[in-house]
């Protein structure tokens, strides 16, 4: 299951450039990064990080035998990925939703105004020098449909896999990632327009240079 944006206008994304990287050498080197440059990223880079984070890695007529780069509880697959771009080169600063499945940007605001994004802030304002944050949401109902109350804690796990796949990628590309515990959900809701009964916001990283 994914969700799509089809009456918006879409950013296709380039091919994810390999890394080139010993899977070892990125593991013994990850770590967080804070101290971010303002430097921006470029689509390329951007469409490695997603493709590779969580994008549909093989497509098979039957949605059931299609492949993401993360595991999931029953293939429900409850997460969904925004990008926030702060800095970019070839992509505007702005708010966008990942289709996976087109591997492909929609454009949910565009620009974004600084008077929505602080709100999302808590304390740590360096990390408004990243970048880009990634926004992890889930919709529970997908998993708790099969699994019932006992399920809820799994897209917390699946949005684990997708941060431990943006570390490592982070690293591989060499440009600098950092896990962010906390924001103002309430105001990342409303950012994202999205009704915190039926999706909420489950994990945020930042990366940059
Ligand atoms: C769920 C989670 C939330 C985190 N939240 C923050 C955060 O809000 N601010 C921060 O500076 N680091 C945050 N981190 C990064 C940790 O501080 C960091 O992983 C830890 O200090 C170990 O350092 P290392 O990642 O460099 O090995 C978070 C990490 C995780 C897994």
């Known amino acids: ?13 380039p091919p994810p450039p390999k890394c080139g990287v010993e899977l070892q050498t990125t593991l013994l080197s990850r770590k967080s990064y ?4 303002k430097k921006p990223i470029n689509l390329s880079l951007l469409s490695g990080l997603l493709y590779y984070s969580s994008g549909l890695t093989m497509v ?7 492949r993401r780069a993360y595991p999931s509880a029953g293939a429900k697959y409850p997460l969904e990925i925004y990008v926030l771009i702060l800095q970019g080169i070839d992509i505007k ?15 949910l605001l565009l620009p974004v105004l ?11 304002r360096w ?13 529970h109902k997908r998993t708790t449909e ?15 896999h997708i941060g431990q796949n943006l570390y490592l990628l982070a690293q591989a590309y060499k440009v600098g990632c ?32």
Not at 93 to 107: R, V, W
Not at 186 to 205: F, M
Request: aromatic fraction near 12%.
């Open 1 to 13: 299951m994914y969700k799509t944006y089809s009456r918006l206008e879409q950013l296709i994304l």
């Open 34 to 37: 804070r101290n971010f440059s």
């Open 60 to 66: 098979s007529k039957n949605p059931k035998e299609s």
């Open 93 to 107: 600063p702005g708010l966008y939703h990942y289709d996976l499945c087109a591997h492909a940007l929609e454009i």
């Open 114 to 124: 600084k008077s929505e994004v602080e709100p999302i802030w808590k304390s740590q």
């Open 127 to 139: 990390f408004r020098s990243a970048a880009v944050i990634f926004i992890i949401t889930a919709i």
């Open 146 to 160: 099969k699994y019932g109350p006992e399920g809820t804690i799994f897209p917390f796990i699946e949005a684990g």
């Open 178 to 209: 950092c896990a962010i515990g906390q924001m103002n959900e309430a105001s990342v809701c409303k950012l994202l327009d999205i009704n915190p009964n039926e999706e909420y916001p489950v994990y945020y990283l930042a990366i940059g240079n």
